[in-house]
């Protein structure tokens, strides 16, 4: 039975949960015209990828926020972080999941608990941003009732990924 838990001292070691390779397939196209952002999916050549292994410390999560682990027979199998914000908005700052675990509902349950504590605390809504070729994480936020409030098509400019744009996601509630 999955459980989730927020991130403490006694648990702490859920932070070091890495990260796993994931499948590229597509990428969202986003677009705005009168005010509304639309979006329509572009299948791209099959690559796996997978993001750096971050060095989380709780001290500095706390600082900033907090962050919730979902644990299954006590094994942390999700992730997530999240930071507050001067706009009434909590910051996902990461979501992950093992892969032995995906498409279980863990990230949902991840950001239900997060918006039941944050109820709590004066909070209005969630945000995060996605990268525009990881399309399950797209159809994730989306799926979720996520909206579209923002397209960066400048972060990787100058970087070997360039081309690639950061969608920004909110949820209120």
């Known amino acids: 039975m999955i459980t ?3 991130i403490t001292h006694n648990n702490q070691q859920a932070l070091e949960l890495p990260n796993e390779p994931f499948e590229l397939f597509g990428k969202l196209v986003v677009t705005r015209s009168n005010d509304t952002w639309d979006y329509y999916e572009v299948s791209t050549k099959h690559e796996t990828m997978i993001f750096p292994d971050e060095h989380y ?3 500095i999560i706390n600082e900033k926020g ?3 682990g979902a644990f299954d027979d006590n094994k ?3 992730l997530a972080i999240f930071e507050n914000n001067w706009n009434k908005y909590l910051y996902l700052s990461d979501l992950k999941v093992t892969s032995s675990h995906r498409r279980k509902n863990i990230a949902t349950m991840l950001l239900n608990t997060a918006i039941k504590i944050s109820t709590e605390h004066d909070i209005s809504g969630l945000y995060t941003i996605a990268q525009d070729n990881n399309l399950s994480a797209n159809r994730f936020y989306l799926r979720y009732g996520f909206s579209i409030g923002g397209l960066n098509t400048k972060n990787y400019h100058f970087t070997n990924q360039k081309g690639k744009y950061d969608i920004y996601y909110y ?3």
Do not use: K
Request: charged residues 25%; proline residues 0%; contains cysteine.
């Open 171 to 173: 949820f209120e509630f």
């Open 66 to 68: 907090y962050a919730l």
């Open 76 to 78: 942390c199998v999700g």
């Open 4 to 6: 989730i838990e927020e």
């Open 57 to 59: 410390q709780l001290d």
